[in-house]
């Protein structure tokens, strides 16, 4: 088994940062990737950025330029620099964790873009 936590989340103002982490504990050695996903509220879960162990990254076209994923290191926490965020970035933040037999989730941490 893998738990993860998140957090970071919070209310920002348009063009605000926030920075988001996602902490891995138990069976982790079996981990091959790391993801960021995110649900709004009516709207299906979708996939906002994506690392592999290799430190291969991969974006939603509606994140690129703005989003960072990154990790210290192949197993350490998995980041989510958040810049210039809308309105439209608020959602419900989910890390999930890519095993070898397993997919794994985190509660998920609300981020709310507002004025």
């Known amino acids: 088994q893998v738990q993860l936590v998140e957090s970071g989340g919070g209310l920002v103002q348009p063009g605000g940062s926030l920075r988001l982490s996602c902490t891995a504990s138990?069976?982790?050695?079996?981990?091959?990737?790391m993801a960021w996903y995110r649900q709004a509220p009516g709207k299906q879960r979708e996939l906002v950025a994506s690392?592999?162990?290799?430190?291969?990254?991969n974006y939603a076209e509606s994140v690129k330029g703005r989003f960072t994923i990154s990790r210290d290191n192949a197993k350490g926490p998995v980041y989510l620099q958040m810049n210039s965020l809308k309105p439209e970035d608020t959602a419900v933040y989910y890390c999930?964790?890519?095993?070898?037999?397993?997919?794994?989730w985190g509660q998920g941490t609300q981020v709310t873009v507002s004025s």
């Open positions: 999930r964790a890519l095993a070898s037999a397993n997919n794994y």
């Open positions: 690392i592999t162990g290799g430190g291969s990254t």
């Open positions: 138990g069976r982790i050695f079996n981990i091959y990737a």
